[in-house]
């Protein structure tokens, strides 16, 4: 098992504390250029959608599996992880031959549009989506 797993796995094992929940790693939006913002998002994309099926090999009720959609629009990237009534949508805009990321999402306040640091910064988001989702339970 991936080290990913391991942590879905201990999740559903244990309870976790709110106070050690993981905060996916945000900065504020800024502008990439296309080809760069594109990459950065096709990259994001990718990771998500290997972290989904690793949680989905560890979670045994088909039912209460993660899941992964896209929307693609004339001026926008976007996808969607969502866990039991609980969303987070990664997304990236074209304007002004410029690029913009964005994140919005369940436990995810932030007063300034936000993006992901990176790809690193999924694990956690995906994390918060669970435990959130299994403390409302």
């Known amino acids: 098992m991936t080290p990913f797993m391991l942590r879905v796995a201990e999740a559903f094992d244990e309870r976790v504390d709110e106070e050690e929940w993981p905060s996916p790693d945000l900065r504020p939006a800024r ?9 950065r998002q096709v990259a994001i994309r990718s990771y998500a959608e290997q972290l989904v099926c690793e949680a989905n090999a560890v979670i045994s009720t088909e039912a209460d599996h993660l899941s992964l959609d896209d929307e693609v629009g004339h001026e926008e990237l976007a996808f969607n992880i969502r866990y039991r009534g609980r969303a987070a949508r990664v997304s990236l805009m074209y304007a002004d031959h410029l690029a913009y990321g964005q994140i919005v999402g369940d436990g995810i306040a932030r007063s300034e549009p936000s993006e992901l640091s990176g790809p690193e910064a999924l694990p956690d988001l995906l994390m ?6 299994q403390a409302a339970a």
């Not at 918060?128 to 989702?133: F, V």
């Open 128 to 133: 918060l989506l669970i435990l959130e989702s």
């Open 31 to 39: 502008a990439w250029d296309i080809g760069t913002g594109t990459d």
